[in-house]
């Protein structure tokens, strides 16, 4: 069993930023496909990003585009997710997956279902 562990979230101003950490237990971190997500309450879990192991592609969702950004650190089993220019729209619950295999098609790695393991999720909230 694979635990994920995020850290990082917190109260933070419109305009200021957060980074996100999640580190799991794989020992073959470097074979798992790492994905960001949030769920806003009332809303479905969305996706915000996901990174690949190998050469680091990344995709983003478009509201987070040029924003944030995903990054990893193989060596301490680490994903990161570095946000600025937070807005109230932001403020969700974040949570971190992972996944093996290498399919990493964006019309995959955007569904839930492409991930096997779930973080706890770490709450964000923006003040307007």
């Known amino acids: 069993q694979v635990q994920l562990v995020e850290s990082g979230g917190g109260l933070v101003q419109a305009g200021g930023s957060l980074r996100l950490s999640c580190t799991t237990s794989?020992?073959?971190?470097?074979?798992?496909?790492m994905g960001w997500f949030r769920q806003a309450p009332g809303k479905e879990r969305e996706f915000v990003g996901a990174?690949?192991?190998?050469?680091?592609?990344?995709y983003y969702a478009d509201s987070v585009k040029g924003r944030f950004i995903i990054s990893r650190d193989n060596a301490m089993n680490t994903v990161y997710l570095q946000m600025n220019s937070l807005n109230s729209e932001d403020t969700a619950v974040y949570y971190c997956?992972?996944?093996?295999?290498?399919?990493?098609?964006?019309?995959?790695?955007?569904?839930?279902?492409?991930?096997?393991?779930w973080g706890q999720g770490t709450q964000v909230t923006v003040s307007s």
């Open positions: 794989a020992r073959t971190f470097s074979s798992y496909i």
């Open positions: 990174i690949r192991p190998n050469d680091g592609s990344r």
């Open positions: 997956a992972s996944g093996l295999g290498t399919n990493f098609a964006r019309a995959v790695v955007v569904q839930t279902t492409r991930y096997t393991y």
